[in-house]
């Protein structure tokens, strides 16, 4: 990731709330098409395992000459790094980290700030991690293993009808 997505990164998810807006009215008056793109994907360590899973070519075939809004809804909620990993039930909205807490309000609160920045930053699609209980578009994890459905923030995007693919 260059330094300039990674500054972009920086700022949005610091504590600094105001510095995240201005960076969003930067992003939306750049004149470009805006995609978000998965933290992770682009090379950031935000994953629950400290790891990423970063994706050069699929960023370059789905997001092209595209301003890049690099997004992790679980940092956003607070959930830090690393941190337990979470299912999310059949029902969408139940999630369960592996400690056996009940984090669905949490997880919902970092997909609707992300849905948020996505807004104010005038995104029109997103590249998002496949399996992801926030980022998955076909899989997540379930509490009794991968499973056909969408994650949190997924949800609330196609919801405003916004496309979304993953990187698979
Ligand atoms: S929440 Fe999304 S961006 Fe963050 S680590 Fe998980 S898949 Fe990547």
Do not use: W
């Not at 997505?5 to 995240?20: C, F, I, K, N, T």
């Not at 679980?74 to 984090?103: H, K, M, S, W, Y």
Request: some cysteine; charged content about 30%; proline content about 5%.
């Amino acid at each position: 990731m260059n330094r300039e997505l990674e500054q972009r990164y920086r700022l949005l998810h610091g504590s600094d709330r105001e510095a995240a807006r201005a960076e969003l009215e930067r992003i939306a008056a750049s004149g470009k098409e805006v995609v978000i793109v998965s933290a992770c994907l682009l090379g950031v360590r935000c994953r629950f395992d400290g790891k990423d899973k970063q994706d050069d070519p699929a960023v370059a075939r789905v997001a092209g000459e595209a301003e890049l809004l690099p997004l992790c809804p679980e940092v956003l909620a607070g959930f830090g790094v690393p941190r337990p990993a979470i299912t999310l039930a059949a029902d969408g909205r139940t999630a369960t980290d592996d400690r056996g807490q009940d984090v669905s309000a949490q997880l919902d609160a970092g997909a609707g700030l992300a849905e948020k920045f996505a807004a104010l930053a005038g995104a029109t699609r997103a590249l998002l991690k496949e399996r992801s209980p926030s980022c998955g578009s076909s899989q997540v994890h379930g509490p009794d293993g991968l499973r056909d459905g969408e994650g949190r923030f997924t949800a609330r995007l196609r919801k405003r009808g916004l496309p979304v693919v993953s990187e698979k």
